[in-house]
C-alpha cells in the first residue's frame, strides 16, 4: 500500500516497515512531487511547528485533495500540547489524535470532521527482545528530563525509592536538558527514538515513565517499545494504561508510590521466571493489539478504505 508523508519525518521510520512510503518535502512545490503517485491510498501528515511550516503543511494537503488522494492529520503531542497545535487540523479528511480523551474537543472545533484515537504502538522490524549483557545494570531507563506533575511524580514515586534502595541504574537521556546532578554518575548517554532496543539489555528491568498520568489516555512509546522487546517493565501509574487493554502485574507492572515500587521491585529483580513471564506476556499483548500495523488498520477503517 502507498501512503504519501507529508514531512513527518519522525514517525517515518516507524511507519515505513508497514507501506510503501514516499516522502513529500514540504519545502519543494508539492503538486509536482504528489501528481505521480494519486494512487496513494492516503497522505499522512503530523503536528509540525509554526509559523510558514504550516502554510506549507497545507499546501500538500491542498495539493492532495485536489487529486483525490484522502489526507490524514495526526498530532503524538495530545494531551499536554493540545492548544498548540489544535488549529493544524483544520481541513484535513481525518483528524487522529494520541489521546482519546480529546476526541470531543476536534469534534466540537470541526464539526463533522471523522476523528479517531490513534496511540503510538510499537514497530516489530525495530522493538526486537535481546539477551540482557553481562554484569547489566539493576534498572535501565531511557527517559529524557522533564519537570511537569507526572514526570516528578514518578521520579519521587518510582525512581528515587529504588536509587535510595541501593539498586543501580543505566540511565539514557539527551544531554540537555541535563538530569539533576544526583542523577548523573547513573548516565550513559543518549539514543534516539530508533535505536532503543540495543540499550535495554544494560538493564535487568525497565523502568517507565510518561509525561501524562491522570485523565489521559496517553502513554509514551517507550512503553510500547519496552514491551516488545520482551523486558519486564516497571512504571508509574497512568490511566492510559488500562484503556490500551494493559493488565497490572501480567503484562508489566505499575505502581501509585515507593511502597508498591521497592516491593515489584524486588520481586522482579529476584524472581526471574516471573520477570520471564510478564516480559513475555507483555510483548505478546503488545504485537497483537499495538504495533503500527494495527495503527494503520485504525487509519484504513476510518477512511473507508
Known amino acids: 500500500m ?3 508523508f507529508l514531512g513527518a519525518e519522525f514517525m517515518l521510520p516507524y511507519w515505513q516497515p508497514e507501506c510503501e512510503a514516499v516522502a513529500v518535502n514540504l519545502h519543494e512545490p ?45 498530532t503524538i503531542e495530545d494531551p499536554n500540547s493540545h492548544g498548540t497545535f ?17 476526541l470531543p474537543r476536534y469534534s466540537e472545533q470541526y464539526a463533522g470532521a471523522r476523528v479517531v484515537w490513534l496511540p503510538l504502538a510499537a514497530q ?42 541501593g539498586y543501580s541504574l543505566a540511565l539514557y537521556a ?3 536538558p541535563a538530569w539533576p546532578e544526583k542523577y548523573r554518575r547513573w548516565w550513559r548517554g543518549a539514543t534516539s527514538c530508533y535505536d ?15 509525561n501524562q498520568a491522570y485523565g489521559t489516555t496517553m502513554t509514551s512509546m517507550r512503553t510500547y517499545e ?9 512504571a508509574f501509574h497512568s490511566d492510559a494504561y ?31 521466571a516471573l520477570a520471564g513471564r510478564i516480559g513475555e506476556a507483555g510483548r505478546e499483548f503488545v504485537l497483537s493489539r499495538h504495533t503500527y500495523a494495527h495503527r494503520l488498520g485504525t487509519i484504513l477503517e476510518a477512511l473507508g478504505l
Open 86 to 102: 489544535l488549529p493544524q487540523a483544520e481541513g484535513f479528511d481525518l483528524i487522529a489524535t494520541s489521546d482519546e480523551v480529546l
Open 174 to 176: 539527551y544531554a540537555h
Open 124 to 165: 516489530p522490524s525495530l522493538h526486537v527482545p535481546r539477551p540482557t549483557d553481562p554484569g547489566a545494570a539493576d534498572l535501565v531507563l531511557v527517559a529524557n528530563w522533564y519537570t511537569n506533575d507526572a514526570r516528578l511524580g514518578a521520579v519521587k514515586n518510582l525512581l528515587d525509592p529504588l536509587l535510595e534502595a
Open 242 to 272: 488500562e484503556r490500551l487493554g494493559f493488565e497490572n502485574g501480567r503484562h508489566f507492572a505499575w505502581v501509585h508510590d515507593a511502597v508498591d515500587a521497592l516491593r515489584w521491585a524486588n520481586l522482579l529483580l529476584n524472581d526471574a
Open 2 to 4: 502507498k501512503i504519501l
Open 226 to 234: 519496552v514491551l516488545a522487546c520482551g523486558k519486564p517493565l516497571l
Open 30 to 74: 508539492p503538486e509536482a512531487q504528489i501528481a505521480p503517485h494519486r494512487d496513494a491510498a492516503f497522505a499522512y501528515a503530523m503536528n509540525t511547528m509554526g509559523g510558514e511550516n504550516v502554510g506549507k503543511l497545507w499546501a500538500a494537503r491542498d495539493a492532495c485533495r485536489r487529486l483525490g488522494i484522502p489526507t490524514v492529520w495526526h
Open 196 to 210: 532503543v532496543a540495543q540499550f535495554y539489555p544494560t538493564g535487568r528491568l525497565a523502568l517507565g515513565m510518561n
